[in-house]
């Protein structure tokens, strides 16, 4: 069975920097676009990254732009978001997901979430 597995999240001070990851299995990770997504307490899940199948083409959320970069290394079935700068704001739970498009930024488009990991920003 499709399977989304996070990791790397933690407790991290203003302006330092922190790498998530997502290891995958149960499906040809190659072949789907990938995305990050992130939830804070009270507030709505909203897209932070995303990928296509190659990493030929990445978006971000205009509030990470800049400081955040999204990469994926298809021969480890792996998704990374590297977070720089990091700000309270940041502070939330990080998915990340599949998506059944080549590219999505809607939470609508995606199948397949991880249960998630823990990043929080102390100021």
């Known amino acids: 069975q499709v399977q989304l597995v996070e990791s790397g999240g933690g407790l991290v001070k203003v302006g330092g920097s922190l790498k998530v990851s997502c290891v995958a299995s149960?499906?040809?990770?190659?072949?789907?676009?990938m995305g990050w997504f992130r939830q804070a307490p009270g507030k709505e899940r909203e897209f932070v990254a995303g990928?296509?199948?190659?990493?030929?083409?990445?978006q971000y959320a205009d509030a990470v732009k800049g400081r955040f970069t999204i990469s994926r290394d298809n021969s480890e079935n792996s998704l990374y978001l590297q977070m720089t700068g990091l700000k309270p704001e940041d502070t939330g739970v990080y998915y990340c997901?599949?998506?059944?498009?080549?590219?999505?930024?809607?939470?609508?488009?995606?199948?397949?979430w991880g249960q998630g990991t823990q990043v929080t920003v102390s100021s």
């Open positions: 997901a599949r998506t059944v498009s080549t590219f999505a930024t809607r939470g609508r488009d995606y199948d397949y």
């Open positions: 149960g499906f040809i990770f190659r072949t789907y676009g």
């Open positions: 990928i296509t199948w190659d990493g030929g083409y990445t």
